[in-house]
């Protein structure tokens, strides 16, 4: 049996394991999640990512060694690292539909468990199209670079995501029951089923990460890609963004309460993605062309893994220094924001009917 086959067997059983161990036991019984118990499981999901990679380099008779070990970390810190930005929105969004602390992490669950499906698909996709079509990198490339510009140059102020589009649109196609945000996602009543906002908020959740995987899986190819080759490994690119999003929950909750505070994150993820779109496309060089007469012609780049992870590992420690060293006063409205200003709602009891 080829040893890839058993990896991802391995991989697998890992996390089959540890979300039937966190759903069926640790939270059977909806309740907050309390900064502590996020930090926990924020360690174990590092612990684990670090061990997977740390086994993939001592695989080297097996086809990995500590080359793709690099790229399987450094494809998990740049993953990582732009789920940051990911969390608030999700804070944005439960704040929003009012959805009580103790109902966000099964609403997060299940979004994360429908993310490792839908990156499945853009990672296979997105690697399909580079093997077929190289010029697909000049275009990866330029959407890294245009996704960063766009975050930099982005104001600060705050979606309505109760008002958008994907809401809108579903109270017209669903029945809702807007005053019921939990603890299932449908309801039945007088005979008829009916969705509740937590189920709102699981639709919002899936379409923002298909919105930042956008980014965050081409940048990831790039890392994990052989710049010689321009092999990318499927295996190193879908495990390194499945353990990072499979902490994204932890995360969340160890942070929320903090998460403003890193005022120059945004600037540090900018110019991560920056950096890893015009290694991508100096992966491939840039093609003989002529300007007022003069030849130019950009031969093919080959940056080694350890000096890409440097840089990004380098990018965001800077990042946390300046924010730590330069604070901003957190406004006490933003901190309610994150913690989730609806833990006050009063959602309607559930019927003895309720499934989901």
């Known amino acids: 049996m080829d040893f890839h086959v058993v990896m991802w067997i391995v991989f697998g059983a890992i996390i089959a394991v540890v979300l039937a161990l966190d759903l069926f036991v640790l939270h059977k019984d909806p309740h907050a999640v309390k900064i502590r118990e996020a930090l926990i499981w924020s360690g174990i999901w590092v612990t684990l990512s670090l061990a997977f990679g740390g086994a993939l380099a001592l695989l080297g008779d097996h086809g990995f060694g500590p080359d793709l070990a690099l790229r399987f970390v450094a494809g998990y810190v740049i993953e990582w690292a732009l789920s ?195 290694k991508m496309i100096l992966t491939m060089g840039v093609p003989e062309f002529s300007v007022g007469g003069t030849t130019i012609h950009v031969p093919p780049f080959h940056m080694p893994i350890a000096v890409s992870l440097s840089v990004i590992g380098g990018v965001l420690a800077l990042c946390v220094v300046l924010s730590l060293a330069i604070p901003r006063k957190v406004e006490k409205q933003e901190e309610k924001l994150l913690e989730g200003s609806a833990d006050k709602a009063e959602p309607k009891p559930p019927e003895p009917e309720d499934a989901g």
């Open 84 to 278: 940051v930005d990911n969390l608030f929105v999700f804070a944005v969004i439960f704040a929003a539909l009012k959805i009580p602390r103790e109902y966000q992490h099964k609403l997060l669950f299940w979004g994360v468990f429908g993310a490792l499906i839908l990156r499945a698909v853009f990672i296979f996709a997105g690697i399909t199209l580079i093997e077929t079509f190289d010029w697909m990198l000049y275009i990866f490339g330029a959407i890294l670079i245009f996704s960063a510009l766009k975050m930099l140059f982005s104001n600060e102020e705050e979606s309505a995501p109760e008002k958008g589009i994907v809401v809108r649109l579903a109270s017209k196609l669903l029945p809702l029951r807007p005053l019921n945000v939990g603890p299932n996602f449908t309801v039945r009543e007088d005979g008829k089923r009916y969705f509740t906002m937590l189920f709102i908020g699981l639709i919002l959740v899936e379409v923002t990460d298909v919105i930042f995987a956008l980014d965050s899986v081409p940048a990831v190819i790039s890392v994990a890609m052989d710049p010689e080759t321009r092999e990318v490994d499927t295996f190193i690119v879908y495990t390194s963004n499945a353990f990072a999003i499979l902490g994204l929950r932890s995360l969340y909750f160890a942070l929320a309460g903090i998460m403003a505070a890193f005022r120059f994150l945004k600037y540090g993820l900018s110019i991560i993605l920056i950096f890893v779109g015009v």
